[in-house]
């Protein structure tokens, strides 16, 4: 289980690179590293997984990041604020968007 699981986050990671996603290997990579921590059997590993006052700290800050990570790459939910596209939304309508489709940065206008 822990080899295919390691090889599937490898090959996300090598996939992601080569189409030049860099941002979203990097994130993948993060994910490796968070299953590794969870799931190794190293002795150092075990000892700090069994520390209670380091790991509620970090398990909180990690869930924070990865609901900041998502808002910010993977989708938004947005209420429509004005009548600019009348025909199609009106205001007040809420929206569901792919951020995947620009990545970690901001339109171009």
């Given amino acids: 289980m822990k080899r295919i699981v390691y090889v599937v986050l490898l090959i996300l990671v090598v996939l ?19 299953v590794w ?10 000892k700090f997984r069994n ?14 990041l990865l609901a900041i990570s998502l808002k910010t790459l993977f989708f938004g939910i947005y209420k429509i604020p004005s009548g600019s596209m009348e025909k199609t939304i009106v205001p007040g309508d809420i929206v569901w968007v792919n951020n995947l489709s620009y990545g970690p940065r901001l339109p171009y206008s």
């Fill in 51 to 64: 520390l209670s006052y380091l790991v509620y700290p970090l398990v909180l800050i990690g869930v924070v």
């Fill in 37 to 46: 921590l969870f799931i190794s059997s190293n002795r150092l590993v075990v």
């Fill in 16 to 34: 992601h690179l080569l189409l030049g996603i860099w941002w979203l290997a990097i994130s993948w990579s993060i994910a490796w590293f968070v």
